[in-house]
């Protein structure tokens, strides 16, 4: 089992920047794959980013390149989405996900095993 919780979202003005963590806990988090979606409203959940075991591979979507990067801490059993340049087309509840079957990134969704609750980010326009 893997537990996951988003933290760092909130309401932010066009052209600023916020950074999402997620929290992991459970198996060994330097283990496997972590991954960052997305799901505006009335819209069906989209991959943003995805990130491997240790952190030497990442994989972005390609409408989130440049401004959003994914890293992770081992140490501190956390991965991260920065995000910058934001639009008012990123408003969307932010998820994480955990791959524990793979070591490198994945954009496909239903091979991730964990989510967490997610976290809402609003971009004013």
């Known amino acids: 089992q893997v537990q996951l919780v988003e933290s760092g979202g909130g309401l932010v003005q066009a052209g600023g920047s916020l950074r999402l963590s997620c929290a992991a806990s459970?198996?060994?988090?330097?283990?496997?794959?972590m991954g960052w979606f997305r799901q505006a409203p009335g819209k069906e959940r989209e991959f943003v980013a995805a990130?491997?075991?240790?952190?030497?591979?990442?994989y972005y979507a390609d409408y989130v390149k440049g401004p959003f990067t994914i890293s992770r801490d081992n140490a501190k059993n956390t991965v991260y989405l920065q995000m910058n340049s934001l639009k008012h087309e990123d408003t969307a509840v932010y998820y994480c996900?955990?791959?524990?079957?793979?070591?490198?990134?994945?954009?496909?969704?239903?091979?991730?095993?964990?989510w967490g609750q997610g976290t809402q980010v609003t971009v004013s326009s």
């Open positions: 996900a955990a791959d524990v079957s793979r070591q490198r990134p994945n954009w496909r969704e239903y091979e991730y095993d964990y």
């Open positions: 459970g198996r060994p988090f330097s283990r496997y794959a």
């Open positions: 990130i491997s075991w240790s952190g030497g591979s990442t």
